[in-house]
């Protein structure tokens, strides 16, 4: 297995476009922090019609729905199909097939592979934000967040932060099995690319609950640590996200053969 | 010659799976906007711009679709048709049998065309018939950017004209994306670029908004900024052409089309690309 992750990572990070993303990826927040803070001049955000001051703490949580928006419905799709799809697609996928691997174990290695680099980007987004926060926001020593009573010093901060990122986190992952079933149902890459975004559009039309986990998911996060959140929503989310990977893997060990 | 160019094009493009399910998807998108549409009447009043009845779904459903699925359903079948074709190298099978490549590039520009009016017109009939089934009858309707209530023959001709700017802009559009496609190497590297540009237009238009913060939202001079963004012109320049406030975003429209399908005809004409 652990070959299998190896090779998935050189082949990853050979491409140019995972490079290309990886750079947009990190510009985004000094992109966002140069309009907001630096042209417009914000110093606040607000939770649920709650406002609060922006510093050096908490700014890494606050600068989340732009960056959400794109990355899950632009960069995320692309990143996915690329490294999925277009494989198949042009046929170079039947080299990897060829070897004396277990097909499962050759797509979930891809997950793996795919996951731990989006959350290389993801960790690098927010080291970005907590540098940015450091160096140009007011320095407070400590913080309040949504529905927190008491304020967090810099380590209980940084553990919020890290529990916001977690929830960002398996919320954009939401969107690799869905790809993983595209690629496999129609091959090509528009198809995985457009299908996913139609599909999550889609979905945010049918429920209002995942209209939230997906448009509002900075606001959700707040929620979910915060307390007030229907973790129901959440939990349904989780249960039907591993439902589809289950389902893409299932897909993917039937007939990953015949389509290559 | 160049009529059976055409239609072998035409032929080309209808064969292609995808291509109909672009076309299936405009049913999808105009049940989405319904969705969306029973949901806004329920807070809407009769006199709101947001109030969708049969008179003017087609116009609200285009309006919130114009941006999205529409520039989606564009990308696609211009990847299918340029990129898919001049990158992979299938064309040079086609030149094998002596064709011109500039009439080549002049059928599947009028084949692309054809095909977009073709889904503004799917668009059309099928919301009027959605809306005229399922939402409330109305006489009179709100018109984006004007006062009052307006009867029937003002809804027509302002459709005509929203329905005009809408496909020029798709159009437009579509000839950016084409010149991303036949430069790209990649079915990703279109997508990335054609996305990137569509986000360049959003930081440009909030750009502009910071430069006039001081003025108006629909002065002259804002607009005008504002029309070289094809994003601004599907969001809000459709409507302010409609309305007749100002024709600016009909010429920068066709400023942008002009520039960047010789741009295009250039890049596709390129011999380099035969030897």
């Not at chain 1, 299998?4 to 985004?28: D, H, N, P, V, Y």
């Not at chain 1, 277990?102 to 997950?111: C, H, Q, R, Y």
């Not at chain 1, 986990?213 to 900075?218: G, H, R, V």
């Not at chain 2, 048709?81 to 001049?86: A, D, G, L, T």
């Amino acid at each position: 297995m652990l070959r299998i992750i190896l090779s998935e990572f050189g082949r990853i990070f050979s491409k140019k476009s995972t490079k290309i993303i990886f750079l947009i990826t990190a510009l985004f927040p000094v992109l966002i922090f140069y309009f907001f803070q630096q042209r417009w001049g914000t110093d606040y955000y607000i939770v649920n019609g709650v406002k609060y001051s922006l510093n050096n703490l908490n700014y890494p949580v606050t600068q989340m729905l732009e960056y959400n928006f794109l990355v899950l419905f632009i960069i995320l799709p692309l990143f996915f199909s690329e490294s999925l799809s277009s494989e198949i697609d042009s046929g170079g996928y039947k080299m990897i097939l060829l070897r004396p691997f277990k097909k499962w174990k050759l797509l979930v290695g891809k997950w793996i592979v795919l996951v731990l680099t989006y959350m290389s980007m993801l960790l690098c987004v927010f080291l970005i934000n907590f540098l940015i926060g450091n160096l140009f926001l007011p320095h407070v020593e400590f913080t309040s967040y949504y529905n927190i009573n008491e304020k967090l010093n810099l380590f209980d901060s940084m553990i919020y932060n890290l529990k916001f990122y977690l929830i960002i986190l398996m919320v954009h992952v939401a969107v690799l099995p869905i790809i993983s079933i595209l690629s496999i149902a129609f091959k090509k890459t528009i198809l995985s690319f457009f299908g996913s975004i139609a599909l999550m559009i889609g979905g945010m039309y049918i429920s209002l609950p995942l209209q939230n986990i997906l448009f509002n998911t900075p606001d959700v996060a707040y929620s979910i640590i915060g307390g007030t959140y229907e973790l129901i929503n959440m939990l349904i989310f989780i249960l039907v996200t591993l439902l589809i990977f289950g389902v893409s893997l299932w897909m993917w060990n039937k007939r990953i053969g015949s389509i290559v | 010659m160049f009529r059976s160019l055409f239609i072998y094009e035409f032929e080309k493009f209808w064969f292609k799976k995808i291509n109909i399910v672009c076309l299936i998807a405009i049913l999808i998108v105009n049940l989405l906007s319904l969705k969306f549409a029973l949901q806004s009447n329920k807070t809407a009043d009769m006199t709101d711009i947001v109030f969708n009845s049969s008179l003017n779904f087609h116009i609200t459903s285009l309006q919130e679709m114009l941006l999205t699925a529409f520039n989606a359903i564009v990308i696609t079948f211009c990847i299918l048709s340029f990129h898919e074709e001049y990158r992979k190298g299938y064309l040079r099978m086609t030149f094998m049998r002596g064709i011109s490549i500039r009439k080549l590039y002049i059928a599947k520009s009028l084949v692309m065309s054809l095909n977009i009016l073709l889904t503004i017109i799917i668009h059309l009939i099928i919301s009027l018939l959605i809306a005229l089934i399922v939402l409330p009858k109305t006489s009179t309707s709100p018109l984006y950017f004007k006062e009052g209530l307006y009867g029937i023959s003002d809804v027509v001709f302002f459709s005509i004209k929203y329905y005009f700017l809408a496909y020029f802009s798709l159009l437009t559009f579509g000839s950016i994306i084409e010149f991303l496609s036949i430069k790209s190497r990649s079915i990703a590297g279109v997508l990335g670029l054609s996305l990137g540009f569509v986000f360049l237009n959003f930081i440009y238009i909030s750009y502009v908004s910071f430069l006039f913060k001081n003025y108006p939202v629909s002065d002259p001079l804002v607009l005008k900024y504002n029309s070289l963004s094809f994003v601004f012109v599907q969001a809000k320049g459709v409507a302010y052409f409609a309305s007749g406030i100002t024709d600016v975003f009909l010429y920068s429209l066709i400023f942008m089309y002009l520039i960047f399908k010789s741009l295009s005809y250039l890049a596709f004409t390129n011999k380099n690309y035969l030897e």
